[in-house]
């Protein structure tokens, strides 16, 4: 019983089977069929990921797909993987004037690993989906890295409870204090700007009716205490968490459930 820990009470997570699927809550496993059911009346599905492993990037296509199809294309995608100040060519995907060619390049200017998402990349391609980037942009980086904001900046809340305590030792290992405290910002800064993009979109009227499925690296997840909460703190939602797991690269974080399900996979990494 040595595993088991309040941020999964029914289940030691780390000697799960690849393909297990289990709502961290009750312990129960599930059918992925049984797992799109659960979900698929929430406005928003957060989708974890190490960066690189193709197999997380599997489990979250796997997920867009089968939501694709239960809510008749009602869906969105947001990613981390794009900043906002990139949205308006983003828009293009919808009306089908941002091409295949252009899409992948201004992916490869935003972020890295495209072959671990280009299965993803050309799923939101080929069905003209609408995608949000989510980041914020490298000006207001800036701005609050040297501890300031301007007009673009949204509310920050630098002092949770439970996000600060187990973030911040993390940048304070690494660098002097003062450099752990911008690091400290601008991973804070990352989670309220995402959390506000996700919000604007799931606000809006005209959005009433679709899902957004959000994509970002686990530490922005896990827990509820970076994304979701942040979100939910500006507009309150039904919303569910998921976290790809892969070997056992899970951190305690106080006493909180790191996700609503996780699903066991292995860590792929390709060339």
Known sequence: ??????????????????????????????????????????????????????????????????????????????????????????????????????????????????????AILDFIHQNRLPLIGLKPTKVVEDVVREGGRDGNTPELDLADAHHRPHYLPRFENNS??????????????????MADNVARFISDPANRDTMMITIAGSGHINYGFGIPKRTFRRFQHSYTTLLPLAGHDTEHAANLPIADYVWKVPYVVKE
């Open 176 to 193: 002097h204090p003062e450099r752990a405290e911008r690091s400290y910002r601008i991973m804070t800064l990352w989670d309220e700007t």
């Open 1 to 118: 019983m040595s595993g088991f820990h309040p941020s999964a009470p029914y289940t030691d997570i780390n000697d799960l089977p690849d393909g297990e699927i289990v709502h961290l809550a009750t312990g129960i496993a599930l059918e992925f069929d049984k797992l799109v059911d659960a979900v698929e009346h929430n406005q928003v599905l957060y989708l974890g990921e190490n960066h690189d492993n193709h197999a997380a990037h599997e489990v979250q296509l796997r997920l867009i797909r089968a939501l694709f199809e239960k809510r008749k294309g009602r869906i969105a995608i947001g990613m981390e993987m794009f900043r906002s100040d990139v949205q308006e060519p983003l828009n293009g995907l919808t009306d089908g004037s941002l091409s295949c060619e252009q899409f992948n390049q201004l992916f490869d200017a935003q972020w890295s690993w495209r072959p671990a998402y280009q």
